[in-house]
Nanobody, 126 residues
Framework: QVQLVESGGGSVQSGGSLRLSCATS????????MGWFRQSPGKEREGVAT???????SYADSVKGRFAISRDSAKNTLYLQMNSLKPEDTAMYYC????????????????????WGQGTQVTVSS
């Protein structure tokens, strides 16, 4: 059974930093594409960053230069380093994965991911 478990969320002041982690289990091999998404109350879930097994990472314009996604295949863990946090970054953050390539690149599209974690809350105060 595939599981994705996020951790590392919390409350910080504007300008602060947090590092999210997503521990994965149940996969045979490494998922092709992994990503971080976020959702605020009343808003749709949006892509934050994605990282394929090999290739280029992708970021939402709103987080470029502030967030960095990485993955440690040996530990089966995905990370999101978040710096210079802003109040508008406040949201529930979700880890997601897609195991197969399917001739589809690793993009910031909710519908292209199959497996999801339960989320970890990030709150940034001004």
């Amino acid at each position: 059974q595939v599981q994705l478990v996020e951790s590392g969320g919390g409350s910080v002041q504007s300008g602060g930093s947090l590092r999210l982690s997503c521990a994965t289990s149940g996969y045979t091999g490494r998922p092709y594409c992994m990503g971080w998404f976020r959702q605020s109350p009343g808003k749709e879930r949006e892509g934050v960053a994605t990282i394929p097994t090999y290739g280029v990472t992708s970021y939402a314009d709103s987080v470029k230069g502030r967030f960095a996604i990485s993955r440690d295949s040996a530990k089966n863990t995905l990370y999101l380093q978040m710096n210079s946090l802003k109040p508008e970054d406040t949201a529930m953050y979700y880890c997601a994965a897609r195991y197969d390539y399917r001739s589809t690149p690793c993009r910031l599209r909710v519908g292209e991911f199959d497996d999801w974690g339960q989320g970890t809350q990030v709150t940034v105060s001004s």
